[in-house]
């Protein structure tokens, strides 16, 4: 049992999938894995542990923001020996040519979390996908003929910015979209020696101002759910 988790030990895979929203959590769970088991209902964060294409493999909620990822990925990696994580979330598109439902796998993150400065004392660190994790997601995708996108996102500490024109500084430097976690997902992974990828599904356009409803962020991003599932157990 960890402090927002209250699984016992071995309960959870030691691959797994992390969406921000618990419900996407429980909407995978129960239409991809067989035998799905509920391990943590603490604050409402849902994790789940079934089997999928004959791996254990779990899916857990984490929260909006880089702080409460944080939690949730010290407890997996620290207490239940997580080894292999992806994140499956919604972003924003800051480019033109990327649309909602889009795909976009997060090679880096930017951001303006203090997280990191804290961390490295004003200094710059790179977070950086796991490139095995990268090169599966790329393999499996083509495989799937499911066009994706790869680039730097923005992990951002604001959903609701005070300059609506925030985003064009960071678009104007290619980066592709805003979420809200890759950066402290990437970072500790590598402090960790655990691997770590972020797909992304375009919910929004920051360009356009196109946008799904909550209801199909939880329920109809199945394709980055598939590829996500796919990748996290390829050997
Ligand atoms: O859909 P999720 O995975 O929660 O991801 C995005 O959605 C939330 C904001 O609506 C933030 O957590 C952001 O990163
Ligand atoms: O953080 C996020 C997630 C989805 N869309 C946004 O605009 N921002």
Known sequence: MSVHINAEKGAIADKILLPGDPLRAEFIANKYLENPVCYNKVRGMLG??????????SVQGTGMGLPSLSIYANELIREYDVKKLIR??????????IHVRDIILAM?????????????KGMDFAPTADFS?????????????????????????????????????????????????????????????VSALSILTVSDS????????S??????FTQMMELALDVIIKK
């Not at 604001?158 to 950066?183: C, G, H, I, Q, R």
């Not at 920051?206 to 409803?213: D, I, P, R, Y």
């Open 215 to 220: 209801e199909e962020r939880e329920k109809t």
């Open 108 to 120: 880096s993150s930017s951001t303006n979390s203090s997280m990191n400065k804290n961390r490295f």
């Open 133 to 193: 994790l990268f090169r599966n997601a790329l393999d499996v995708a083509k495989g799937s003929n499911l066009e994706i996108k790869a680039g730097n996102v923005l992990s951002s500490d604001s959903f609701y910015t005070d300059d609506p024109d925030e985003w064009k500084m960071w678009a104007a430097f290619n980066v592709l979209a805003v979420e809200m976690e890759t950066s402290a997902l990437y970072t500790l992974a590598a402090k960790y020696g």
């Open 88 to 97: 499956v979330g919604s972003c924003g598109s800051m480019q033109k040519d």
């Open 206 to 213: 920051l360009v356009t101002w196109e946008e799904t409803s």
């Open 48 to 57: 789940f542990t079934g089997m999928y294409k004959g791996e254990r493999v």
